[in-house]
């Protein structure tokens, strides 16, 4: 049987509509999921029966995206599915994928690129695949984590603790990448855009020898200023997760100044460049990337920071087709080969 990429993608539209249409309806209290607690496969509720076929879309989606890619650049690219233990406590596997380029040289070490996505509940998209094949083109491997928080890949990952087991995810996600027998593990460098620059730059912070380079494109910075502009609900959803009990910033301060980037710069040894845009209305650029590059310039960081003005596709202008988009990327790759030379 031959598929196209025009059907998969509508195949994909299709999922992503029905998604959508579930959870819109899904109005009832939300079924919790937990790995200890699995989604009931035997619901007779509206919210479960809703809560499970939002689950299974989800794992469609990710087949399709997964044959999507490798329509368009499996000539090139390898992807590999991946399962890498976290380091935290509770022990889960954490879904992933390599990209290596399709032929590799036996003995040959190639740098290696952690690459961050971002979101609640997103995963790897298509809007993804021309940085991936890049980077691959460019004579790196890649490792992409799809964290816990992250959608495609069961109940348990969907769980999020916003900011702790998706950190001690990309943090493991890193260790798996350099203890691959083609990595070099002291040429290895870190991405992440919006949430998943939040994650790299705490691993910079809490792996200072780790990474021989990093980029920042739009990272989430300071959770208390995140918490300050987001809608009720969604300042509840994340007050909700695990690691903040229930409360919110005024009674729990603490533990958001714990996730934030923002207040432990002092802390990061890695050169890092900070791409960002005025506009951005997702995490703007005044609380959260000035703020970090005032920091890293008080500090003494090695370190580049360029704003664009009001780019084309505002928080997510980096996956744009545009001169400031080109800009950024043509950027990101100097600034690894500088420090990474593949």
């Given at each position: 049987?031959?598929?196209?990429?025009?059907?998969?993608?509508?195949?994909?539209?299709?999922?992503?509509?029905?998604?959508?249409?579930?959870?819109?309806?899904?109005?009832?209290?939300?079924?919790?999921?937990?790995?200890?607690?699995?989604?009931?496969?035997?619901?007779?509720?509206?919210?479960?029966?809703?809560?499970?076929?939002?689950?299974?879309?989800y794992l469609l989606k990710t087949e399709v995206i997964i044959t999507n890619f490798r329509l368009e650049y499996g000539d090139r690219v390898r992807m590999k599915r991946v399962l890498f233990p976290t380091n935290a406590p509770e022990r889960e596997a954490i879904p992933g994928y390599l990209f290596t380029p399709k032929d590799m040289p036996a003995g040959k070490k190639y740098p290696g690129l952690v690459v961050v996505h971002g979101g609640n509940h997103t995963q790897l998209s298509a809007s993804w695949f021309p940085l991936i094949e890049e980077a691959v083109r460019h004579g790196y491997v890649v490792i992409f984590p799809e964290y816990r928080g992250s959608s495609g890949h069961g109940e348990s990952i969907y769980q999020n603790n916003y900011g702790v087991s998706d950190f001690a995810d990309v943090r493991s996600s890193a260790a798996y990448l350099a203890a691959q027998p083609f990595v070099d593990p002291d040429r290895m460098g870190i991405f992440g855009h919006s949430r998943g620059g939040m994650l790299s730059m705490r691993t910079l912070q809490e792996e200072p020898k780790r990474f021989k380079a990093a980029v920042d494109v739009a990272g989430l910075k300071d959770m208390v200023a995140f918490m300050s502009y987001k809608t009720d609900a969604r300042r509840q959803q994340i007050a909700d997760d695990p690691h903040y009990g229930g409360k919110l910033p005024n009674r729990n301060l603490a533990a958001y100044i714990e996730v934030s980037p923002a207040f432990f710069v002092e802390k990061i040894e890695t050169p890092v460049l900070v791409l960002s845009t005025t506009g951005d209305t997702v995490v703007p650029y005044q609380l959260h990337n000035k703020r970090f590059v005032e920091a890293l310039k008080a500090y003494g960081k090695t370190h580049e920071a360029v704003l664009y003005d009001n780019a084309i596709g505002d928080h997510s202008f980096i996956f744009s087709d545009n001169p400031d988009a080109h800009d950024a990327r043509r950027r990101i790759f100097e600034w690894f080969g500088k420090y990474l030379k593949p």
């Open positions: 049987m031959k598929f196209s990429i025009v059907g998969i993608q509508g195949s994909l539209r299709c999922l992503l509509a029905l998604a959508g249409a579930v959870a819109a309806i899904a109005q009832q209290p939300a079924v919790e999921v937990s790995p200890e607690n699995h989604l009931d496969r035997e619901a007779k509720d509206t919210a479960g029966q809703l809560a499970l076929m939002l689950q299974e879309v």
